[in-house]
C-alpha cells in the first residue's frame, strides 16, 4: 500500500509547491482508491498463480514417486529390458523376434 501514499504524498506535494490546484480532493481520493484496487487485484492473482504452480510442483513430485514405486515392482516381475518399451506405450504388445525361440510377455 504504500504505492497509494507515494501518489496522495506526491500529489499533495505537487499542489503545495506550484500552489495549483491541478486535481480536486474527489479526484484525488478515486485516483487512489482505483489504483489501490488494481494493487489488490494484482496481488490476488499472483497469489493464485503462485499456489498453482506450488500444486502443480508437488503433483509431479508425486508422479515421480509413484513411477519409482512401479517400477521398482515391476523389476521383480518381469525383465528389465521389457519394463521400459511397456511404461512408454502400454497398448503395445511387446514381442521380440529371436532366430531360435520367441517371447511374449502378456501383462
Known sequence: FWILGVHVGWTLAWQRVSGEQTHSPLDVGTRAFVLGITV???IDRRFHRERGERLRFLQDLQQRETSKQVFSLLEYMM???VIG??????????AEHVDRVSIMFIV
Open 79 to 81: 525383465p528389465f529390458h
Open 40 to 42: 489488490l487485484m494484482a
Open 85 to 94: 518399451p511397456m511404461l512408454k506405450n502400454p497398448d503395445v504388445p511387446i
